[in-house]
């Protein structure tokens, strides 16, 4: 479509543009819904009130915007002649429990449906929620000291996100981000201490939730790998299994699929399609438009602060 957007550089082609190719709907992207935020502002930028959610599903109403489940998205993608009212599309990354406890009562209420995106590796409790660990490993501490030999002053919340942030960037130039591989690159010495991590999501309540017909349990592969740096037996590894167990859980088949940290490159969006996913989102946000790729679905994060 990069001819069409060629036309938007002149105002008359600029509403032929429009025309031809409108805008859809929004895809919002969330992560966590919970009473108080983090004091770590990255952390924070995943989290939103039940005040704010509530909020929000009033503003869209308000404008007379269709709720929709992904299955219903795709469609509204691809029925150019019996569009009607622009769609929102409320989904979730990770599978945390507050999605259960917090999220689903306002849900219910207004009867909204929604998708979440789930780590199995996360349900199964074989992961390791590092960012999480790695903030509480922060707050209990005024400094903190790296296995080969550097300190941080952690002493005040301009420090401790300071210091947040610069670990945290180094992290994730790893694939995965083992307990062990943590404790290796901070120092031992704080891996004596009990650390918090989240609540996640277990089967149970996963059937909990699909059981409101409000919920679409989507996929976001096995172990939140960046699938851009794995290798491709791996990518088919992380794509087909996490499919596999889902569907073996639940009984409903996956089709809609998320890329961790947002990362893909065409060998990783071809690899989503040939494991039989239907639709994959990134994170980049914006309106959709009608030719929108559907394993290139955009998806705006919503953020309270």
């Given at each position: 479509?990069?001819?069409?957007?060629?036309?938007?550089?002149?105002?008359?082609?600029?509403?032929?543009?429009?025309?031809?190719?409108?805008?859809?709907?929004?895809?919002?992207?969330?992560?966590?819904?919970?009473?108080?935020?983090?004091?770590?502002?990255?952390?924070?930028?995943?989290?939103?009130?039940?005040?704010?959610?509530?909020?929000?599903?009033?503003?869209?109403?308000?404008?007379?915007?269709?709720?929709?489940?992904?299955?219903?998205?795709?469609?509204?993608?691809?029925?150019?002649?019996?569009?009607?009212?622009?769609?929102?599309?409320?989904?979730?990354?990770?599978?945390?429990?507050?999605?259960?406890?917090?999220?689903?009562?306002?849900?219910?209420?207004y009867q909204i449906p929604f998708a979440i995106y789930i780590t199995t590796d996360f349900i199964d409790q074989k992961s390791f929620l590092w960012w999480y660990v790695l903030e509480d490993v922060i707050q209990q501490n005024e400094e903190l000291s790296l296995s080969n030999g550097i300190t941080y002053r952690c002493q005040n919340p301009m420090e401790k996100n300071e210091t947040y942030n610069l670990i945290k960037k180094e992290l994730q130039k790893k694939s995965i981000v083992?307990?062990?591989?943590?404790?290796?690159?901070?120092?031992?010495?704080?891996?004596?201490?009990?650390?918090?991590?989240?609540?996640?999501?277990?089967?149970?309540?996963?059937?909990?939730?699909?059981?409101?017909?409000?919920?679409?349990?989507?996929?976001?592969?096995?172990?939140?790998?960046?699938?851009?740096?794995?290798?491709?037996?791996?990518?088919?590894?992380?794509?087909?299994?996490?499919?596999?167990?889902?569907?073996?859980?639940?009984?409903?088949?996956?089709?809609?699929?998320?890329?961790?940290?947002?990362?893909?490159?065409?060998?990783?969006?071809?690899?989503?399609?040939?494991?039989?996913?239907?639709?994959?989102?990134?994170?980049?946000?914006?309106?959709?438009?009608?030719?929108?790729?559907?394993?290139?679905?955009?998806?705006?994060?919503?953020?309270?602060?």
């Amino acid at each position: 479509m990069n001819y069409l957007k060629s036309l938007k550089q002149f105002k008359l082609l600029d509403q032929v543009y429009n025309w031809v190719n409108p805008f859809r709907g929004t895809i919002l992207m969330l992560h966590r819904v919970v009473p108080e935020q983090s004091n770590i502002i990255d952390n924070r930028l995943l989290e939103i009130t039940p005040e704010f959610l509530e909020k929000t599903i009033v503003k869209y109403k308000n404008k007379g915007c269709e709720f929709v489940n992904l299955d219903r998205m795709l469609e509204m993608q691809k029925d150019f002649f019996h569009f009607t009212h622009p769609y929102v599309c409320f989904t979730f990354d990770d599978g945390y429990r507050d999605n259960l406890s917090n999220a689903l009562p306002v849900f219910k209420k207004y009867q909204i449906p929604f998708a979440i995106y789930i780590t199995t590796d996360f349900i199964d409790q074989k992961s390791f929620l590092w960012w999480y660990v790695l903030e509480d490993v922060i707050q209990q501490n005024e400094e903190l000291s790296l296995s080969n030999g550097i300190t941080y002053r952690c002493q005040n919340p301009m420090e401790k996100n300071e210091t947040y942030n610069l670990i945290k960037k180094e992290l994730q130039k790893k694939s995965i981000v083992s307990e062990k591989l943590f404790y290796q690159y901070l120092d031992t010495q704080y891996r004596s201490k009990k650390y918090k991590q989240p609540d996640m999501l277990d089967w149970k309540d996963i059937e909990i939730l699909l059981d409101t017909n409000l919920c679409t349990i989507a996929s976001h592969g096995v172990s939140h790998s960046s699938l851009t740096i794995v290798s491709d037996e791996l990518l088919n590894y992380e794509l087909c299994e996490s499919k596999k167990i889902i569907e073996a859980k639940t009984g409903t088949l996956v089709k809609h699929f998320a890329y961790p940290y947002g990362n893909m490159n065409k060998e990783v969006v071809a690899a989503v399609k040939k494991a039989g996913y239907l639709s994959a989102v990134k994170i980049d946000g914006g309106m959709q438009r009608k030719f929108q790729n559907s394993y290139l679905l955009k998806r705006s994060w919503l953020q309270e602060s």
